[in-house]
């Protein structure tokens, strides 16, 4: 039987650390979704609030099914928060609702990464769901220009992961920065914060190693091929 030795020793560590990050953000949006905010502000309020401070009046909040399915929506300038962040008074609503806002700011401020990323999403998309099967092709039926074709569509759905790093560290430093410049919380209830949005943080980290070991992982295969 064959073992792909290089999808052990490369993607499989960086699956269990998906995992992992996976957990923990759902641990901690859990235990901070439990601790209400002294003002009482929900997460819709609190969105409204750092919007309005920063002179942006043309973007809409709107609720979305789900849980942890909050995002910013550049095409239609929409911030559609889920039911526990769009009505809920807690910590965590509050953290997440202002990461999606610093998401509109970067939009309305022109931040270079976010019109970037927006501009690679067609390339991702494509990439993702096709490049690799068309690589694991032209590796089973030696054709080096599907090959090189597979690993080129998959390469820009890397590039996609890896500016989406800046885009969301950039959000959560200004959630932060926006949240204590306007006294939407108090100093321990942005430590609860802090720890809400670094735990995000760790799956666009883990999803971007994951993309980088499968793709190099494609490019040793297809070295060893040759």
């Given at each position: 039987?064959?073992?792909d030795?290089?999808?052990?020793i490369?993607?499989?560590?960086?699956?269990?650390l998906?995992?992992?990050?996976?957990?923990?953000?759902?641990?901690?949006?859990?235990?901070?979704?439990?601790v209400?905010?002294?003002?009482?502000?929900?997460g819709?309020a609190a969105?409204?609030i750092?919007?309005?401070a920063?002179?942006?009046?043309?973007?809409?909040?709107?609720?979305?099914?789900?849980?942890?399915?909050?995002?910013?929506?550049?095409?239609?300038?929409?911030?559609?928060?889920?039911?526990p962040?769009?009505?809920?008074?807690?910590?965590a609503?509050?953290?997440?609702?202002?990461?999606?806002?610093?998401h509109?700011?970067q939009?309305?401020?022109?931040?270079?990464?976010?019109?970037?990323?927006?501009?690679?999403?067609?390339?991702?998309?494509?990439?993702?769901?096709?490049g690799?099967?068309?690589?694991?092709?032209?590796?089973?039926?030696?054709?080096?220009?599907?090959?090189?074709?597979?690993?080129?569509?998959?390469a820009?759905?890397?590039?996609?992961?890896?500016?989406?790093?800046?885009v969301?560290?950039?959000?959560?430093?200004r959630?932060?920065?926006?949240?204590?410049q306007n006294?939407?919380?108090?100093?321990?209830?942005?430590?609860?914060?802090?720890?809400?949005?670094?735990?995000?943080?760790?799956?666009y980290?883990?999803?971007?190693?994951?993309?980088?070991?499968?793709l190099?992982?494609?490019?040793?295969?297809?070295?060893?091929?040759?």
């Open positions: 039987m064959y073992i030795m290089y999808y052990l490369l993607v499989v560590p960086t699956i269990f998906s995992l992992w990050a996976q957990f923990m953000v759902k641990s901690a949006f859990s235990k901070y979704s439990r209400k905010c002294s003002r009482g502000i929900t819709a969105a409204q750092l919007m309005d920063n002179n942006i009046s043309n973007v809409r909040i709107e609720p979305v099914a789900g849980s942890l399915t909050d995002h910013y929506d550049p095409a239609h300038r929409v911030l559609r928060l889920s039911q962040v769009y009505d809920e008074p807690s910590i609503a509050v953290g997440v609702a202002a990461h999606e806002t610093g509109a700011i939009h309305a401020r022109g931040y270079g990464p976010l019109g970037l990323r927006s501009f690679l999403v067609p390339v991702a998309n494509i990439g993702s769901s096709i690799p099967w068309l690589a694991v092709a032209g590796l089973v039926m030696s054709l080096e220009p599907l090959l090189t074709v597979g690993i080129i569509l998959f820009g759905a890397v590039a996609f992961y890896l500016i989406t790093l800046p969301e560290f950039n959000a959560s430093s959630a932060l920065a926006i949240l204590k006294d939407v919380l108090t100093g321990p209830e942005l430590v609860g914060v802090r720890k809400v949005l670094t735990a995000a943080a760790m799956t980290v883990a999803s971007a190693l994951t993309a980088v070991m499968s190099l992982r494609l490019i040793l295969l297809s070295r060893r091929r040759r």
